[in-house]
């Protein structure tokens, strides 16, 4: 028998006001500092899986190499096709045939990184390219697969619209070299040629040498490559440019240009460094300048120049010529970022920031 007087039970006592708002608050505070974790987390997976795409592809480029004695062509082009034009000549009355560019430097990868039946589908094609022209290589120009995908860049789902449409995305890109203004930038590599600093870029000597990796109708041996293939880069990462306007050809693996899956001229003139945010600095057909977000080009300009550019913070993935991966920071000097694409500068090298 209970004896206590009703006065004298316990009753449960709740949260006040103020213990609700304290709770509520340190909850909040909590989450705070795990959303940044959660994203550093992320960001850090996402930068790894990013590396180990470029180091498939740098494999599958040596691969490419031992069997046909040396690197993939940046592009295949034919004589006659327009080597700066994918879509327009500036004439009307062109005849199509001027922009029948060929398959690049990933699509002649393709068996080398699991994607053997994709090749094969259209190897008749981009067998028969250079004595006919043949053009249906480009039926696989849709397929999309995580090994051309960097996964911290968002804009994968929508196509490039240019050349027929349909193009997928991609992050990767080859090193053609090339020094924008005389030489030319992307043209000034065709066939191997060497072009050299004539005008001066960066303050660097005037005899210092731009050659390229993987340039038009080119690729280079690795263990020919005069600055050494652990001093040179052969892949870095490029941004896609969807976001910007579908026409924006950045980003798109398939398509051997500048800014879709070559950088050129990466390191003179406007275009100085990795993620460089100067105005007008990709010269690539239908680009739309967004220099504040770090896609900085000039409109209206046909292919010539492509900056290395990724997603991640503080610099950007890139894979040397002997397959190794590092990540370069944007704040290298011009001098560094020269010396690490220039195939043959034929300096001594010190890579520090």
């Known amino acids: 028998m209970n004896t206590l007087s009703p006065r004298w039970r316990r009753v449960p006592k709740g949260f006040t006001l103020i213990e609700l708002l ?9 989450i705070g500092l795990l959303v940044p974790a959660v994203q550093k987390v992320r960001e850090a997976a996402a930068r790894m899986q990013c590396s180990n795409n470029l180091k498939q592809l740098a494999i599958a480029c040596h691969s490419f190499q031992d069997t046909n004695g040396s690197l993939p062509a940046a592009v295949q082009m034919r004589a006659g096709v327009s080597r700066t034009n994918a879509t327009f000549t500036g004439n009307p009355l062109t005849p199509p045939a001027n922009l029948n560019f060929g398959p690049n430097w990933i699509v002649m990868i393709l068996p080398y990184i699991e994607q053997t039946a994709l090749f094969t589908s259209v190897s008749s094609s981009i067998n028969s390219y250079p004595t006919n022209g ?51 930038g992307w043209t000034g590599t065709e066939g191997g040629r060497i072009p050299v600093n004539s005008w001066g870029w960066a303050g660097l000597p005037t005899d210092l040498a731009g050659g390229g990796v993987m340039c038009i109708n080119w690729g280079h041996n690795i263990a020919r490559i005069q600055d050494g293939s652990s001093n040179t880069i052969m892949l870095t990462e490029v941004r896609i440019g969807a976001h910007l306007s579908p026409l924006d050809p950045r980003g798109t693996w398939a398509l051997g240009f500048p800014g879709a899956s070559v950088v050129a001229g990466h390191f003179s003139w406007d275009n100085t460094l990795p993620n460089n945010t100067e105005d007008n600095s990709d010269d690539c057909e239908g680009c739309i300048n967004d220099s504040r977000g770090g896609m900085g080009a000039w409109p209206g300009c046909p292919y010539q120049q492509g900056q290395a550019r ?37 300096r001594s090298h010190n890579f520090g920031d």
């Open 22 to 30: 304290v709770v509520i608050a340190i909850i909040a505070i909590l």
């Open 310 to 346: 990724g997603r991640h913070t503080g610099g950007v993935n890139v894979a040397m010529a002997d397959a190794s991966v590092r990540f370069v920071s944007n704040s290298i000097s011009q001098a560094n970022w020269w010396f690490m694409n220039s195939a043959n500068d034929g």
């Open 134 to 184: 043949d053009a249906n290589w480009r039926s696989i120009r849709s397929n999309q697969f995580s090994t051309v995908v960097c996964p911290s860049d968002t804009g994968t789902k929508n196509a490039y619209t240019g050349v027929g449409g349909g193009w997928a995305r991609g992050n990767y890109a080859c090193n053609a070299g090339g020094i924008h203004g005389p030489d030319g």
